[in-house]
């Protein structure tokens, strides 16, 4: 998959709408210079290194996130129509929560968590498009994430920390102690780890059935699907105008 410049240009504004939407002061402040402190390298990195996970491409990262954080907020709505105490935790919370659950994605200070695949055998065999960069020193996404935000004076709350460790569900196994508790104290005190989870999921599946499953039926994608990528019509150079990064002007300039 390919995004347009205009599509990961929209995608990188919409998250920054997004902070100042639903994050409040003096919080989020602090989160918008992160985000424009790293700016090129989140506009512009996948969110995994091969094609067969999701959003192996260049500006896949930011495409993903925005998604989850949409699928978090409509199945907020969902589970509060079904009975679910949403007073357990608030919007900012499923926000700042879902905008910041694959974080540790970015990397540290100087490395960047996925570089360009040289090995072309495992690029063309086995869909590595990217690698992972053995500069940097080995620490699970959520954790990583955590200690960068933690690490520019970004707070949290405890149901912040709880979900963002824990949304990757039982597929880590770091997580059972959370999720498979039997007895009603240990389990979570609120649902919001299980909604950003939910969301994560319907991200990446959402994404797998419009990339892959019309080559399974031999057929062409689905022209009406929000998440087809289609081309943009409005003016490059006019979009750019507002990005200040000359290095991120040129990258999506060059796509």
């Known amino acids: 998959m390919k995004l347009t410049a205009e599509k990961i240009l929209e995608n990188r504004n919409w998250i920054l ?6 994050i409040t002061s ?12 790293y700016d090129e390298r989140l506009t512009m990195m996948p969110a995994s290194h091969k094609k067969e996970y ?13 998604r989850v954080i949409e699928c978090a907020l409509d199945l907020h709505k969902l589970w509060e129509k079904h009975g679910v105490d ?9 926000a700042f929560s879902a905008l910041n659950h694959d974080l540790g994605k970015l990397g540290d200070e100087e490395n960047e968590a996925y570089i360009p695949q040289t090995d ?9 498009d990217y690698t992972f960069n053995t500069k940097l020193p080995f620490a699970s996404v959520p954790d990583r994430g ?3 935000l933690q690490s ?12 963002i460790q824990i949304h990757d569900g039982l597929y880590d196994e770091a997580n ?17 780890p299980y909604i950003v989870h939910q969301a994560d999921l319907m991200a990446a599946r959402i994404e797998f059935e419009v990339e892959y499953l019309p080559k399974f039926r031999n057929d062409a994608p689905k022209k009406d699907n929000n998440f087809a990528i289609k081309k943009e019509n409005g003016n490059k150079s006019k979009a750019l105008g507002s990005i200040k990064s000359e290095g991120l002007k040129n990258m999506l300039n060059n796509i």
């Open 17 to 22: 709408d997004c902070i100042q939407d639903y």
């Open 26 to 37: 003096p919080r989020k402040e602090k989160v918008l210079e992160f985000y424009l402190k």
């Open 54 to 66: 999701h959003s192996a491409f260049e500006g896949g990262y930011y495409d993903h996130v925005r």
């Open 86 to 94: 949403t007073s357990t935790y608030t919007l900012e919370e499923l």
């Open 120 to 128: 072309t055998w495992r690029r063309d065999k086995l869909g590595e």
């Open 146 to 148: 955590l200690y960068l």
């Open 152 to 163: 520019h004076g970004i707070q949290y709350s405890f149901n912040e920390m709880i979900t």
């Open 176 to 192: 059972k102690k959370y999720l498979m508790a039997y007895t009603p104290e240990q389990k979570p005190r609120t649902s919001l």
